[in-house]
């Protein structure tokens, strides 16, 4: 009769049939070692066989599943590399790009287009240099007493209903001037009178606003520059704001009126302070912002009556 046990041992390592080292008895020797002497040669030759067979279906096996891995890994690689390489890449910035032009007040605020990216209606016209060769530098102020605004009008005649547009060339900005104002009329003829050739001169294509408080309650100049930044949007699509104080008069037309990547402040110096800033992070008198800059601080606060604050709480934010 045929062993069991033995023919177990040769197929399945049953340890039952395994010695004391084992750790459990058998009266059996090793199978591993000595195969039952009640088996055929040939029966055994067959278990070894089938015991090679698994082994090399096992390793087979492995190396499919391996293979399959590498693959995987190398489609999923490839795909990246492509859709790397075919990804949409931005144009490169145009040499003219530190002089933007606004276009939209949702996603792009703050990705102003150069003035060489607009419409072709414009595209056979030059634009104007960034230096203006009729800039003067310091030019004398004119404070004649006998002024009129009917004076400053005959002085400006390419000036229609408030705006200009240099003739010989396209401006680098379209450029509105807001200046708020309460019983300041001499001051303001004083202002129209010296800003508008101070601007001609720097070939801007600009637009002035007076927004007027009326009555007697506090003055609140946020809130007129409030008004005129949305009132002047509705007339064009302006590119640079400048918030003007009506009693500041510029000297110099080398301090461009223009706006920057960041929100700038125009008064470097005043004589009344004998040409230098009142304060240190002083941002109030004349400053400039462009449209996307103005809507991300949402503008001034309207909350400050009388005159101060409402400058300082705008460069915070």
């Not at 606004?102 to 990216?117: C, H, R, W």
């Not at 300041?184 to 009178?193: A, F, I, V």
Request: proline residues 6%; hydrophobic residues 35%; glycine residues 6%.
């Amino acid at each position: 009769m045929d062993d069991p046990c033995g023919r177990l041992a040769l197929l399945a390592h049953d340890t039952r049939c395994h010695d004391g080292m084992s750790g459990l008895s058998s009266e059996y020797p090793h199978p591993s070692v000595h195969p039952s002497p009640l088996l055929p040669p040939e029966s055994a030759g067959h278990g070894m066989a089938m015991v090679l067979n698994g082994s090399l279906s096992y390793v087979v096996y492995r190396l499919r599943i391996l293979l399959l891995m590498i693959l995987i890994v190398v489609v999923v690689t490839w795909a990246s590399l492509y859709l790397e390489s075919t990804r949409y890449t931005r144009k490169p910035k145009s040499p003219g790009n530190q002089f933007w032009r606004q276009t939209s007040l949702e996603k792009n605020e703050d990705k102003p287009a150069s003035v060489l990216e607009q419409s072709a209606e414009t595209a056979n016209v030059k634009v104007c240099p960034q230096l203006s060769p009729s800039l003067r530098g310091v030019v004398p102020l004119n404070f004649d007493p006998s002024l009129t605004l009917e004076q400053v009008k005959s002085e400006n005649p390419l000036v229609q209903n408030g705006i200009y547009r240099p003739e010989s060339c396209q401006a680098q900005q379209k450029v509105a001037i807001l200046i708020p104002h309460r019983n300041r009329e001499k001051h303001l003829l004083y202002l129209l009178t010296n800003l508008h050739p101070f601007l001609q001169r720097q070939q801007l294509e600009y637009g002035i606003y007076v927004i007027h408080q009326a009555g007697n309650t506090k003055f609140n100049r946020a809130k007129l520059l409030n008004v005129g930044y949305a009132e002047a949007l509705k007339e064009e699509k302006w590119d640079c704001f400048i918030f003007h104080d009506v009693d500041l008069l510029p000297e110099n037309d080398f301090n461009l009126y223009l706006c920057d990547s960041e929100p700038k402040h125009m008064v470097v110096g005043r004589n009344a302070t004998g040409y230098k800033l009142r304060y240190k992070g002083y941002f109030g008198g004349v400053s400039a912002m462009t449209r996307g800059q103005f809507a991300k601080v949402n503008g001034y606060s309207n909350n400050y009556w009388g005159w101060g604050g409402e400058d300082d709480d705008l460069r915070r934010r």
